[in-house]
């Protein structure tokens, strides 16, 4: 099946430090890709779309220069965050369609950001 | 996307059949009924989805009213693992760019 990896699984930051998380489609090709963050004890809240070669779509809300998304490859999504604070600590899950499956999406395991 | 409406929690005890109920009842016609779960502190996984008729798949059965108001997804026979909270979704069928909006959900409890 489609698996979906994120790196890494946890991080702890300092404050004012920036942070990147990698997600990669292991074995498909994905042109778009989608960023959640997801708070204790909440649902989650879908935060971009990723689109391979083009800028992100962010929802509304979201502050697109504090959360960067880069999708350099069909395999590939980042999301930095810059100069993190506590408030950013949460679960952050991506999720991705294999072509040939467009109607489901699959998601990473999630990275725990832990910023101090 | 339409949005759906489900119960906090549930419990169920093992080994039985556990039936979740979803109402969605301003679903449009090229909406599809998706259901995933996430078990704690992990990603969400796909369960199963459907449009107006009945599915089953190794997982788990979803039965659609007719009027496509409502569903429910049963899973037969639910076994501890089964813990997680369940998201019944509502999205237009069709690509990889269709992103999906989580609700929130069903805290399943299976009981021993």
């Known amino acids: 099946g489609a698996v979906v990896s994120q790196h890494p699984s946890w991080v702890i930051c300092k404050s004012g430090t920036s942070v990147k998380i990698e997600c990669r489609s292991l074995?498909?090709?994905?042109?778009?890709m989608f960023w959640y963050r997801q708070f204790p004890k909440q649902s989650l809240m879908l935060m971009a779309t990723s689109n391979e070669g083009s800028k992100a779509t962010y929802e509304q809300g979201v502050e697109k220069d504090k959360f960067l998304i880069n999708h350099a490859s069909l395999t590939l999504s980042t999301l930095t965050v810059t100069s993190a604070h506590p408030e950013d600590s949460s679960f952050y899950i991506c999720?991705?369609?294999?072509?040939?499956?467009?109607?489901?999406?699959?998601f990473g395991p999630g990275t725990r950001l832990t910023v101090l | 996307d339409a949005k759906t409406t489900q119960p906090p929690s549930m419990d169920c005890a093992e080994g039985r059949a556990a039936n979740l109920p979803c109402n969605h009842s301003?679903?449009?016609?090229?909406?599809?009924v998706y259901w995933y779960r996430q078990i704690h502190s992990q990603g969400p996984q796909y369960i199963i989805h459907?449009?107006?008729n009945n599915e089953t798949n190794e997982m788990a059965s979803l039965i659609i009213t007719e009027d496509r108001k409502s569903s429910t997804l049963i899973l037969p026979h639910a076994t501890l693992r089964d813990t997680a909270v369940y998201y019944c979704?509502?999205?237009?069928?069709?690509?990889?760019?269709?992103?999906?909006?989580f609700g929130t959900g069903t805290l399943l409890a299976v009981q021993p």
């Open positions: 301003t679903i449009s016609g090229n909406e599809y």
């Open positions: 459907g449009l107006k």
């Open positions: 999720s991705a369609s294999p072509p040939q499956g467009a109607d489901t999406q699959y």
């Open positions: 979704i509502v999205r237009s069928y069709g690509g990889a760019t269709n992103k999906l909006i």
């Open positions: 074995d498909f090709q994905a042109t778009t």
